[in-house]
């Protein structure tokens, strides 16, 4: 067992009681009000090596003419791409030249546990003016991103790319290799965000005020959207109100470029590391071969169009071979798109799409799942208030929950919201098959069910009722390399991306044990369930969160306690 112990960061923190008790980083203020610093640049160089030095700053930032202050890692947002090669060891020495604690999370690394960043669970964190040192073998290859997990850190600029080049051969042939690394900008301070958020959540949904006169919507459909006291609008909770949705840290006017040849394949690696924002990517006129999903090669399948959500990777191989391409990545809630362009020589542009009409959650979302699919289908018998929930008897119930789907299916072919209709080729999760088989396709010994729960109206966000506690945390315990089934089931009306630190899972998507695709997030689309397999198999006290930002810090989080060899013999 590895001799840092997390109970004993968590106890020597205190036991303060109620909302107090969570860590400063989940508490929604600002522990940092100094405005200093130089100016952060734009897009990110790149370091590689068996040591890396990396400073945590803080400056202004200015996007497309706004400004706003912002947090970088050596004076970029993006951070730095960090390279690294499967099967080196590698220290990373992260130094803190803020006026708060900060951290550095590994996203979808195998690392061990105390190496793996969150404050409170597996590290005490990086406090201003010190530098803590990572040290881990790469036991991997693939897409994968880093990002602070320490205040709302994450929102205002600490992220960047992070790429494990294969010990052998690349399982495709490519001549470019390129990163697109989508986010959002916005000049208010994420606590004040959070802030407008829990007095209203939507605050930023600009589209609510008439989208029951701009939508054809039934009179019984209005009445039943009235009852539960939301529009059939609400897909985002912070949107281009007040996003600019960025590439490579660059907003949709300030023209990122990708250089090409005619007919060269290209390697492109897409990142969604934003705070709140699902993408919906495409590229007009030239369809995208998927290899990859959060650094785990799959089987090639080719589509024209990917729903990402936030912390995902996909990696795709495309061979333009007009002049000029536009990457168009969509909020899901289309209020506005991330941009690039794909070009053979510099300044050539293609037509921009503009935005498509933004869509509609209907009955299937909300868990009145009739017919193939689970969409339509019109009763309010479906949906139960708070006051009369019908829950699983390990579901807390309380203020924190005020909805309940209670037909919620399994939807792992359902593409997102937004693309259900599209005519043309869209990716979902029943189309990924993992490239190499698993090694361990044991039946698992055990199902857990857990429900993602959450209050709309209090932002409040929780699974099984329960909103995340440093303090009285119940941690998920596994034994060690036990086999285990893990069903997610989504009693909200909003799509979670749903990522656990330090281990894989499989997703059971149909495909046969060997072949299910391996993962770190999986999106659980509202009203539904996904379920996923899971071995056991790195000692530890790992996160196990929303990857929505605000979501995550309010209450939707968990720990996961997996024993040691000792003591699972």
């Known amino acids: 067992m590895f001799p840092i112990s997390r109970r004993g960061f968590v106890r020597a923190a205190g036991a303060a009681a109620g909302f107090a008790a969570l860590p400063a980083w989940a508490q929604g ?171 209203g959540e939507g605050y930023f949904n600009y589209q609510q005020t008439a989208w029951a006169d701009d939508y054809p919507l039934s009179a019984e459909d209005r009445r039943m959207w009235a009852e539960m006291r939301m529009p059939a609008t609400d897909i985002a909770d912070v949107t281009g109100s007040t996003y600019t949705y960025l590439a490579n840290g660059r907003g949709p006017k300030e023209g990122l470029e990708y250089l090409f040849t005619p007919g060269e394949r290209i390697r492109l690696r897409v990142i969604n590391g934003s705070a709140m924002t699902f993408f919906n990517l495409r590229i007009p006129g030239l369809p995208m071969t998927v290899i990859a999903s959060d650094g785990q090669n799959v089987a090639p399948v080719e589509v024209d169009e990917f729903q990402i959500g936030t912390a995902e990777t996909y990696d795709v191989i495309i061979q333009p071979r007009a002049d000029a391409y536009s990457i168009v990545a969509e909020s899901m809630d289309r209020s506005g798109m991330a941009l690039a362009t794909l070009t053979s020589r510099p300044g050539a542009r293609a037509p921009i799409p503009p935005l498509r009409p933004p869509p509609l959650l209907d009955m299937g979302d909300m868990g009145m799942n009739h017919g193939d699919g689970g969409h339509g289908g019109h009763s309010m018998e479906g949906m139960k208030m708070r006051d009369t929930l019908l829950l699983p008897p390990d579901v807390k119930v309380g203020p924190g929950i005020d909805m309940v789907s209670m037909a919620p299916v399994d939807k792992l072919g359902d593409p997102g919201l937004g693309l259900r209709d599209v ?70 009306m909003m799509a979670h991306p749903i990522h656990l630190h330090g281990m894989f899972f499989t997703l059971v998507n149909g495909e046969t044990p060997a072949q299910q695709p391996r993962k770190s997030v999986v999106i659980v689309q509202p009203g539904a369930s996904a379920q996923f397999d899971l071995t056991a198999d790195a000692p530890g006290d790992w996160a196990f969160h929303c990857h929505l930002l605000y979501h995550m810090h309010g209450g939707m989080m968990q720990t996961v306690t997996v024993m040691g060899p000792e003591q699972g013999e």
């Open 29 to 199: 203020h600002s522990l940092h009000s100094s405005k200093g610093g130089a100016p952060i640049r734009v897009g990110f160089d790149a370091v590689s090596g068996a040591v890396i030095d990396l400073a945590v700053g803080h400056g202004p930032r200015m996007v497309q003419g706004r400004k706003g202050h912002g947090i970088a890692v050596n004076g970029s947002v993006p951070g730095p791409l960090i390279r690294l090669k499967e099967g080196q060891n590698v220290r990373l020495n992260v130094t803190n030249h803020l006026a708060e604690d900060t951290s550095i999370h590994w996203h979808g690394l195998l690392v061990p546990f105390h190496m793996d960043g969150v404050p409170g669970i597996s590290f005490p964190g990086i406090a201003p003016g010190q530098t803590f040192s990572y040290e881990f073998p790469v036991r991997q290859s693939g897409t994968y991103w880093y990002h602070s997990h320490s205040g709302l850190q994450e929102q205002q600029g600490h992220y960047g790319p992070l790429i494990i080049d294969p010990a052998g051969a690349e399982p495709a042939e490519y001549d470019r290799d390129y990163i697109l690394l989508l986010s959002e900008f916005t000049p208010l301070h994420p606590h004040k965000i959070m802030d407008r958020l829990r007095k």
């Open 423 to 492: 005519e043309h080729r869209v990716l979902n999760y029943r189309m990924l098959s993992a490239l190499e088989p698993n090694t361990d396709t044991r039946e698992p010994s055990r199902l857990i069910e857990l429900h993602l729960t959450g209050n709309m109206e209090r932002y409040m966000w929780s699974f099984d009722g329960e909103m995340y506690s440093a303090v009285h945390d119940k941690p998920i315990r596994f034994a060690w390399n036990e086999r285990v089934r893990v069903k997610l089931v989504n009693n909200t």
